[in-house]
């Protein structure tokens, strides 16, 4: 049984969503992941409707379990980068068929509920 910290998973399946879920980090996950390494601003401009608050705390938590480098510069004003580690790269492929799971979703079953009404 995978245990991530404190909390102990059923499998391996639980244990990833609870890493790459929630409404927001798979959000963070795409763009870096599609774009390349990015500042605070920047992600949160490419999210619409994520508070400062939250970005933070989800890439904190990315970056807690290896899936999101942050990278601080010693310059004034600080500058900070964030960017795909070799795990968080690793999740690509599997986002990339969940988009093209969701794009056939909404062209063959939702737009044929519409038709339909």
């Known amino acids: 049984m995978p245990n991530l910290g404190q909390k102990a998973f059923n499998c391996e ?43 933070v705390n989800q890439l904190r938590e990315l970056e807690d379990h290896l899936i999101v480098h942050r990278e601080v510069y010693p310059v004034v004003p600080p500058k900070v980068e964030y960017s795909l580690t070799e795990h968080g790269r690793s999740l690509m492929p599997i986002l990339e068929s969940m988009y093209e799971w969701g794009k056939d979703y909404i062209e063959n079953v939702l737009e044929d509920q519409t038709d339909d009404l």
């Open 13 to 55: 399946k639980e244990l990833t969503l609870a890493i790459i879920g929630g409404k927001w980090k798979m959000l963070v996950l795409w763009h870096l992941g599609k774009e390349g390494t990015k500042r605070f601003g920047e992600l949160k401009n490419l999210i619409p409707g994520i508070t400062q608050r939250m970005l």
